[in-house]
Structure formats: structure tokens, C-alpha cells
């Protein structure tokens, strides 16, 4: 307690010094930090928070990297990418925030899910502030914990304010941990400044967890002695609150009661503080003899995704005639007959199918622990998978209409994608995405939200229009350790057939299929639209037309669209989705910037309207780009 005690206030003065960037104190509350981090087994995961420095000291990570984290430097933890205590590391199994507080929460699920799975008798332990515990993630990940058991330690870390809000604001029961109760979890209150009391009772429920798998519910009384961050001050506190807290200093009381009990001597307690003075004085100075990092474009652009090498399976020729919906189910099953850590999970997908039942009969193949049906929690179920990554399996995540995948956004752009590039982690993640309009399901089921994601770097974006395309490319997803977001138009499920390999096999991403070709123009589409273009170019057999199927939005073939585009001179996009901030527009401006000297005509974007989707099949079908495609194309010709 005393380590994490001293560095910060070594760090306070550096602060003023204008040495480091931000700081969130977390003196007054080491006991937790410590007593936690000591009750729990080196190869068990800790998911900490911004006032968690006695977990990493406890943890025993070399003071001088802590410091390079911190100023931003090679020996931290982020490249400079991330600040204070925004980072992971694998090597001391400390999974560190993002600043959104709650996704943690269910990234600890995923990796207890993961230690149920290989009966590994471990213990996962996450913090939180009694703040975040107002976000929904807290709710979504206790309430997943329980219904599935999961061996972790919910920290609640009670120090009365969420920046400026006093308790009394942020929740309205007088324990946090009464609200075990609601999830059926089992809780405790722990006087959070008593370092023994705080490593007997986590000890002894880490213990009974190992033997009988678990979520417990802890609540840490304790406060905080210094501002939200050191800026802001603490005017909004009482003074005698303070009083009465100074009084209970952990650190202290502690070194107190080791003189009283005669445990520990004056000079004890000096050549103690002598040591780690020096150690942090010595290690401070190894992180300012570090050399600035200087920036290099390829080296971040190369960080974003983790680097993953194409895999082609040479597969029989036999093939069948079959649908989009059973491509994607078989390319999925085979996918988990391929993988034995992949476990995927969603609403209702288990004994019932899904809604679209293309995991019909995926239990009795593979049983309930790798396909799971989840309560409805968009955010806690993407954040699992994020965990079942950290702990080195593969998830697919199943969202019953990409419409509800709103509801897991956060995880999705903030955490998944991001990972890779902020501390080396890859989240190895497929986002299932039933989605698309023309079936008259209304504003909530209809929409293709593919844009929301393309412009999320670290994430992969694949819609597939054909049952071929769809099976390979989902198998490659699911090799691919990245995040990618999988779209599967509902309109196309059981419109499309085609000729499928009847075995294993997979497709690269990032390459365009060129399914017709024409000198006159060339057709950009993807999904549902791919097929509007295709009947309209059958309609006009005398238009002269490349047509180019995307397949994949990120990568992007852009290779594949300026070849087209350099022989036609003449380019129409076609999107499904409304026509603002949409993937035509960026396509569109690519080419303006990379051929506009071989083109004869403006670059045409058609995409439906600007409103939400409407639920009339006559509202629907003015809605839709695909009315308006023809003449567009035919005035594109005539230019
Ligand atoms: C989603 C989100 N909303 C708001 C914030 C800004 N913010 C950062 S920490 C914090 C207070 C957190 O309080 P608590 O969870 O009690 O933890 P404490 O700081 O007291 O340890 C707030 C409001 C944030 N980081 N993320």
C-alpha cells in the first residue's frame, strides 16, 4: 500500500510540473487496489480502474513502464496511443478501462466464461466506480454472470462521489450491494480501509469461487480523498466528511496497527520507505532518459488490425443448389466444426434456432456451452465476446436484427475496434448482422446500418449478396482474429440460390467480384442492391455494363473499381442505405480523386431516401433506391 501511496505522490508533483498528462488519485482507497490483487492467483485476470494503481504495483510491473506509460512512451503500454491507465498487458493479466467506465464489466464475463469453458478454476475480477454502476452495463453484466454462473468478482469501489455527484444523486438504495438480491447474486459490504479485513474476505470468496463457480457482488466502503482528477478539486466536498475519512486512512491505520502489534519498527518502517523512494526515484529516471516516440504513418496504420494472413482451403467439387440462409448456417457450422474455442451466442439462437434459424440444430451438434442463448443485452454479450478474445478464444455474436446492434454500439467502436491499436489485444469477434429493408418490417427491422461501422477504423465490414460469397467469406471472418461486422440481408435469405461447395472453404477479403462486364459503364453495389442492378441490366440487355459486387466495404477493392472505372469513364454507386455520410460518398470522392481524368460523366451515387424506413410495402418501395436506379443509369449513359 505504501508503494502505490508514495508514486502517486511523486506523480502529484510531477503533475504540477507539467511532467505527466492527467492523474486520477487513488489515495484513500489502496486497500482495495491491494488486498483485491493480493487474494488473486498471478494467472487470473484483474480488469482495473482509473484509481487502480495498487493492482499494477501489486502485480509487480516494473515501475519505469508504468512511468513510460504515463508520459507516453515505447516501454509503456500504449505506444503512446493511450493515456494514464487505458492500457492491458497480457504478461501481468491486467485487462486496463477504456474511459467509458461499464464495457469492462462484461469483458470480465467473457473471460470467466472462457475459464468456466476450459475448467480452469480461476477467478476474474473487475472494478468499478459506484458511478458507473449506473450505466447499463453494470445491469447487463451482473445479470449475464448470474444466469450463466460466472466465476467473477464485482468490485464496487463506494468512495461517495462520481466527479462532482454525491452518492445520494447517483443511485437511490442505501447499499449497492443490496441490489445483489435483483440479479440472485450473492453480496457483501467490506470496510474498503481495511486492508485485512479487505484480503480475508476476497481471499475466502476467491477461494469458494475456484470450487463452485460463481458471481459475487462486493461492495468497498471507502472515499475519495482528492479530486475526480487532480484539476477539479474537491470545493463540492464537506469539510467534515473529510475529517472523519483522513481518519480512516488505510495506509496509516495499517502502518499503526503493525507498530501497535510490534510487527514492524521505526527503522523497519524507514528502510521501507527508503527502498521504494528509491526504486521510484531510480525508475522515474529511466522513463525521462526515454526517447520522445516520432511518429511514422505505416507503423500506426499498420497497428490498427491485427496482421492476419489469408488462408485458401482447397475444397472437392461437389456442390449444391442451396440459399443464402443455409450458406451462412452451413458456413457456420463448419466454421465450428473448425474451431473448437469458438462459441457463439445471441438471442434465442440456441435450442430455438434463432429467429431465422440458422443455428437449427447447432445444439445438439455442439451442445449448450458454445452456442448460447443470451438474455437480451446487446452490450454485455459483445463485450463477452471481447473477453473470450482476451482469454484466446473466438466468438460470434448473433444480433437478431442489425437494427438492435444501437444497443451494443459502445462495445462495438469503442472497445473492439480500437483494441488492436491502443495495447496489441485483438478482439476476435464476428458481429452477425440480419439486416436490409423490402420485407415491410418498419423503421426498427429494415435498416442496412453498414455506415455506422465503415468509418470505424479497426473493424472489418463484409456483405455478401451471393450464397458463395456468404459462406466463404463468413468462414474467413471467423479465421480473420480482427472484428468484423457480417452482413446478411434478410430480403436475400431465402430469394437467392446458387451453386455452393458442399465442404469447407473460404474467400479473401478485400476483393470486388466483377460479376458482369461492359465497356460503356461501370455499376458499384453491394447486398440486396447488387441484385436491384443485376435486373436492371438484364431488363437492358443493350447497356454495356461492368458490374462490380463489393463483397467486402472494409477492406475496400478499390483496385478493383478504378480498373473498372479507367475503361468506362463512366461510374454509378448504388447503395441501399440512405444517400448521406453512406459508403457511395466515399467511393465517389475516391474516384474523383484517383481518376478523374479518365472519366466521361459525373460519378452518380443513387441511394434511398432521407427519412427512416416506413412499414407500407408502397411507402417502402418510394423509400428504396432501387426505383430510381434505371433512369439514373440511363441519364448517366446519355451524358
Ligand atoms: C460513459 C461515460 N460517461 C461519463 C464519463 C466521465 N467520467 C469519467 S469518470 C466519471 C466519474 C466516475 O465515478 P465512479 O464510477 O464513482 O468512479 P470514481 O471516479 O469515483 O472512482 C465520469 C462522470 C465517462 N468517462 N464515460
Not at 477539479?232 to 475529517?243: A, E, R
Not at 531510480?282 to 511514422?296: G, R
Not at 436475400?492 to 459503364?521: C, H, M, N, W
Request: negative net charge; charged residues 25%; contains cysteine.
Amino acid at each position: 500500500m505504501l508503494k502505490p501511496r508514495l508514486i502517486e505522490e511523486k506523480m502529484l508533483i510531477l503533475l504540477r510540473q507539467g511532467k505527466i498528462s492527467k492523474w486520477f488519485s487513488g489515495i484513500g482507497q489502496e486497500a482495495i487496489s491491494v488486498g483485491v490483487t493480493m487474494a488473486m492467483q498471478t494467472e487470473e485476470y484483474i480488469l482495473p480502474m482509473h484509481r487502480n494503481l495498487g493492482v499494477f504495483t501489486t502485480r509487480e510491473i516494473p515501475l519505469y513502464r508504468l512511468f513510460s506509460q504515463w508520459q507516453g512512451k515505447a516501454n509503456g503500454f500504449t505506444k503512446g496511443r493511450d493515456r494514464s491507465f487505458h492500457f492491458g498487458t497480457q504478461e501481468f493479466k491486467i485487462v486496463g478501462m477504456i474511459s467509458h467506465l461499464g464495457p469492462q464489466l462484461g469483458v470480465a464475463d467473457g473471460i470467466a466464461l472462457a475459464s468456466k469453458l476450459k475448467n480452469l478454476n480461476q477467478v476474474t475480477t473487475v472494478f468499478t466506480g459506484e458511478g458507473g454502476t449506473s450505466e447499463g452495463d453494470f445491469h447487463e453484466a451482473l445479470n449475464v454472470a448470474s444466469v450463466w454462473q460466472l466465476p467473477v468478482i464485482f468490485c464496487v469501489e463506494n468512495n461517495g462521489y462520481g466527479l462532482s455527484t454525491p452518492t445520494r444523486e447517483q443511485y437511490n438504495c442505501e447499499h449497492i450491494a443490496d441490489r445483489g438480491i435483483g440479479y440472485g447474486m450473492e453480496s457483501h459490504i467490506i470496510d474498503g480501509n481495511n486492508i485485512i479485513e479487505v484480503y480475508q474476505k476476497v481471499n475466502e470468496i476467491a477461494k469458494s469461487i475456484r470450487k463452485n463457480p460463481r458471481p459475487v457482488l462486493l461492495e468497498f466502503k471507502t472515499f475519495r480523498m482528492r479530486g475526480h482528477e487532480e484539476a477539479s478539486g474537491t470545493k463540492y466536498v464537506p469539510q467534515d466528511l473529510m475529517d472523519a475519512w483522513a481518519k480512516k486512512d488505510p495506509v496509516e491505520n495499517f502502518q499503526a496497527f503493525l507498530r501497535d502489534e510490534g510487527i514492524l519498527s521505526e527503522q523497519e518502517e524507514v528502510a521501507i520507505k527508503e527502498t521504494i523512494v528509491h526504486e521510484i526515484n531510480e525508475h522515474l529516471q529511466m522513463a525521462f532518459d526515454e526517447d520522445i516516440i516520432s511518429p511514422n504513418e505505416s507503423v500506426e496504420l499498420n497497428d490498427v488490425y491485427k496482421p492476419f494472413e489469408y488462408q485458401y482451403f482447397k475444397t472437392k467439387p461437389k456442390t449444391e443448389g442451396i440459399r443464402l440462409i443455409d450458406a451462412i448456417s452451413q458456413g457456420l457450422k463448419q466454421s465450428m466444426e473448425q474451431h473448437e474455442d469458438l462459441v457463439i451466442m445471441g438471442q434465442d439462437i440456441a435450442e430455438y434456432g434463432g429467429v431465422f434459424k440458422i443455428t437449427d440444430g447447432f445444439v445438439e451438434q455442439f451442445g449448450n456451452n458454445r452456442v448460447r442463448n443470451t438474455p437480451i443485452c446487446e452490450s454485455a454479450i459483445v463485450e463477452a465476446g471481447m473477453g473470450l478474445s482476451i482469454a484466446g478464444m473466438k466468438a460470434v455474436v448473433e444480433m437478431q436484427f442489425a437494427d438492435f446492434v444501437s444497443s451494443g454500439f459502445n462495445p462495438i467502436v469503442n472497445y473492439l475496434a480500437k483494441s488492436h491499436y491502443r495495447w496489441n489485444q485483438h478482439a476476435d469477434v464476428v458481429v452477425r448482422m440480419p439486416c436490409g429493408a423490402g420485407v415491410a418490417a418498419g423503421p426498427f427491422h429494415s435498416q442496412t446500418n453498414e455506415a455506422w461501422f465503415t468509418k470505424t477504423p479497426g473493424l472489418k465490414v463484409v456483405y455478401p449478396a451471393f450464397p458463395f460469397d456468404a459462406k466463404g467469406l463468413l468462414a474467413t471472418a471467423i479465421n480473420d482474429p480482427n472484428p468484423v461486422l457480417f452482413f446478411e440481408h434478410k430480403a436475400l435469405y431465402r430469394s437467392i440460390r446458387q451453386e455452393v461447395p458442399v465442404d469447407y472453404y473460404t474467400l479473401p477479403f478485400g476483393k470486388a467480384s466483377l460479376i458482369r462486364e461492359g465497356s460503356e459503364v461501370t455499376v458499384i453495389s453491394y447486398g440486396a442492391a447488387v441484385h436491384w442492378a443485376l435486373e436492371t441490366l438484364n431488363a437492358n440487355p443493350e447497356i454495356q455494363a461492368d458490374l462490380i459486387d463489393l463483397r467486402t466495404l472494409q477492406p475496400l477493392d478499390t483496385e478493383a473499381i478504378y480498373n473498372s472505372v479507367r475503361k468506362t469513364g463512366r461510374v454509378i454507386i448504388l447503395q441501399e442505405d440512405s444517400l448521406f455520410g453512406g459508403i457511395a460518398s466515399d467511393i465517389s470522392a475516391q474516384i474523383m480523386e484517383n481518376c478523374f481524368e479518365d472519366l466521361d460523366a459525373p460519378v452518380k451515387r443513387v441511394a434511398s431516401m432521407e427519412t427512416p424506413i416506413p412499414f407500407i410495402n408502397q411507402l417502402e418501395d418510394q423509400y428504396l433506391a432501387k426505383g430510381k436506379f434505371e433512369t439514373v443509369l440511363k441519364e448517366l449513359i446519355a451524358y
